[in-house]
C-alpha cells in the first residue's frame, strides 16, 4: 500500500490540490528566556570571550539574572499550541558545558520561563589563567578565556509518551560514542513546572575523558546510527517516528564510500582553502529514516525517506546533508508536510545548517520538495558563487558563470545578523487554523569561533499557510 501510495505521488497524482504555500506574519525575532543557567548576554554578547562572567570570583557558576537573549540554546523541541508551548533545548556553551533545559512559554514562543535543567556536563568553572605548555606555570588573566575542553555532553533531546511511559532520548556526543552509540533513554515522571522530573541533575555517559566507558543501559533498540529523532508521526499507529541516520566518514570510508567525484573533498578545496568562514570538507552521510515502534525502546526501521536529499550531489545548490531536528504536520488528503533542514559542500559540515525547507509527501517515504535551497522557508546569508558547467566552483581560467543563492527571498524574508551563518532545527505548533508557530536555531557565522558573541540562538517566526492545518493529535503518543 505504501509503495503503491508513493508511485502515485511521485507521479503527479498525489498533488492534486496543490502543495501548501507558506507566506510570514511578520519578520523573525531573538526569543528571551528569563531564569536558567549562564547565557551570551553575560559575556556582553559581542565581546568575543568564550566564557566571560561564567562563574562569580568565588568559583560558582553564575545564572541568568533577569530575562535575557536565548543564548546559547539550540536544536528546540517545542510541544503545545497557541500561545501555550513547551520547550526542551540542547544549552551548549561552546567547549565548555551542555545540558537539556526546559521552558515553558505564554506568548507563542516569544518569551520563556526557565523550568530545568538536566543532564549537565559539568559543574566547574573554565579555566580563568594561561598556562605553559607544560601545563604548571601561571601566565596571568587568558584574554580568550580557555575553556573546559570540550561540550561532549548529551543533547538533541526528545520528549515522547508511549505505552503509558515518558522517555527522554538524547544523544551522547564522546568519541567513539556519537552516531555510533543507541540514542539514551531517561523515563520520565513530569511534575508540575518540572517537566524533565526523573532524568538526572547531571550527565550520566561517557565523555571524551571516559570515553572507553560502554553506553548506559537504558537505551533504543534498532535505530541505525541514530543522530536524534525528529518527530512523531501524526495519527498514525503503531507510532511512527521520523529520525536522522548520521554515517560518520561514511563517503570516504567503509562500505558506503563513494566515488571521489561525488566527495566534496576535490572539488570544493580551493574554496575551503580561501573562505571567510572555516568550513571545510566533510564526509559523513546522513539520512531521514523512517521507523516504528510498540514500546518506545525497540524500533522496527522502515527505510530512507527519499526526494530530500543526495548524498552524492557535489554541487552549489545541491542538499547532500539533512539534519536531525524538524516538524511533521498532518494534512488534509491522506498528506504530510515536513519543515526540515539542509546543507551542501558550501558549507563543509554534515549538521546541515544551511536552510530550512518544506516538503510533502503522501506515503511518508517518498517526498517532493516544496520550499528547497533556491526558494527556502529560511535560508542563511544570500551568497554569489562562480561555478562551471557542472555546477561546482570553477578553476582558475575555467569558463563560468556567476549564481547567487538563494535565488529567490526565503518566505522569512532575507536573513538576518542572528542567522546570517546558520539556520535549523524548525520546530513547529499549531497557533490557529492556519497559522504555524515555527522555533528555530541560528548563529551569526557558520562557525560559532568566529563569533563567539553571537551563536546558537532561539528565533521564532510565525507562517500562514495557505490551507487550513488540521489537528496533530497523536493517537498512540502523547507528547
Not at 518544506?358 to 517532493?368: F, G, V
Not at 558547467?389 to 578553476?395: N, R, T, V
Not at 518566505?411 to 520546530?427: I, L, N, T
Not at 499557510?465 to 496533530?472: A, G, I
Request: proline fraction near 6%.
Amino acid at each position: 500500500m505504501l509503495a503503491a501510495l508513493g508511485a502515485a505521488f511521485a507521479s503527479g497524482a498525489g498533488a492534486q490540490g496543490g502543495h501548501v504555500q507558506w507566506t510570514r506574519n511578520g519578520a523573525p525575532t531573538e526569543a528571551y528566556i528569563t531564569g536558567g543557567p549562564w547565557t551570551l548576554e553575560q559575556s556582553g554578547a559581542a565581546v568575543g570571550l568564550k566564557s566571560a562572567g561564567y562563574c562569580d570570583s568565588s568559583g560558582n557558576q553564575v545564572g541568568n539574572p533577569g530575562t535575557e537573549r536565548m543564548q546559547p540554546y539550540y536544536f528546540p523541541f517545542i510541544t503545545g499550541s497557541g500561545n501555550h508551548l513547551q520547550g526542551y533545548f540542547d544549552w551548549r556553551p561552546k567547549d565548555t558545558d551542555e545540558g537539556v533545559v526546559a521552558a515553558s512559554s505564554d506568548d507563542a514562543g516569544h518569551t520563556w520561563q526557565f523550568q530545568q535543567k538536566v543532564l549537565e556536563l559539568r559543574t566547574t568553572c573554565p579555566n580563568q589563567v594561561q598556562k605553559d605548555p607544560d601545563g604548571d606555570k601561571d601566565n596571568g588573566p587568558d584574554p580568550n578565556n580557555s575553556d573546559n575542553g570540550d561540550d561532549d555532553g548529551q543533547g538533541h533531546q526528545f520528549v515522547m509518551t508511549v505505552a503509558g511511559h515518558t522517555y527522554l532520548y538524547t544523544l551522547d556526543r564522546a568519541n567513539g560514542h556519537i552516531d555510533v552509540d543507541d540514542l539514551y533513554m531517561h523515563e520520565l515522571h513530569p511534575e508540575s513546572g518540572l517537566p524533565l522530573a526523573g532524568a538526572p541533575a547531571m550527565n550520566d555517559g561517557p565523555t571524551d575523558e571516559t570515553s572507553s566507558q560502554k553506553e548506559i543501559p537504558t537505551h533504543t533498540v534498532g535505530l541505525l546510527n541514530p543522530d536524534g529523532i525528529l518527530g512523531i508521526v501524526p495519527g498514525r499507529s503503531p507510532l511512527t517516528i521520523i529520525y536522522e541516520q548520521k554515517i560518520l566518514n561514511g563517503d570516504n570510508t567503509g562500505p558506503t564510500a563513494l566515488p571521489k567525484a561525488q566527495q566534496c573533498t576535490s572539488a570544493w578545496s580551493n574554496y575551503y582553502a580561501t573562505n571567510p568562514f572555516g568550513t571545510s570538507t566533510n564526509d559523513d552521510i546522513t539520512y531521514l529514516r523512517l521507523a516504528e515502534t510498540t514500546d518506545g525502546i525497540h524500533f522496527t526501521d522502515i527505510g530512507i525517506l527519499q526526494g530530500l536529499n543526495d548524498p552524492t550531489d557535489i554541487t552549489a545548490t545541491g542538499t547532500r546533508w539533512l539534519a536531525t531536528a524538524g516538524t511533521i504536520l498532518r494534512l488534509s488528503g491522506v498528506k504530510y508536510g515536513l519543515f526540515f533542514s539542509g546543507g551542501g559542500c558550501v558549507d563543509g559540515d554534515s549538521d546541515a545548517f544551511h536552510y530550512i525547507g518544506y516538503a510533502e509527501s503522501r506515503d511518508l517515504l517518498h517526498w517532493k520538495v516544496v520550499n528547497g535551497i533556491n526558494n527556502p522557508i529560511v535560508s542563511v546569508a544570500q551568497f554569489t558563487l562562480a561555478v562551471n558547467s557542472s555546477g561546482i566552483p570553477a578553476a582558475t581560467g575555467e569558463t563560468s558563470t556567476n549564481i547567487t543563492v538563494p535565488a529567490n527571498t526565503p518566505v522569512a524574508g532575507p536573513a538576518m545578523g542572528w542567522f546570517a551563518g546558520r539556520v535549523y532545527a524548525p520546530s513547529g505548533t499549531i497557533f490557529n487554523n492556519d497559522t504555524l508557530t515555527v522555533i528555530f536555531a541560528g548563529y551569526h557565522t557558520p562557525k560559532p569561533k568566529n563569533g563567539l558573541g553571537d551563536y546558537r540562538t532561539i528565533g521564532r517566526v510565525s507562517l500562514n499557510s495557505s490551507k487550513p492545518l488540521q489537528s496533530q493529535d497523536i493517537s498512540v503518543a502523547d507528547q
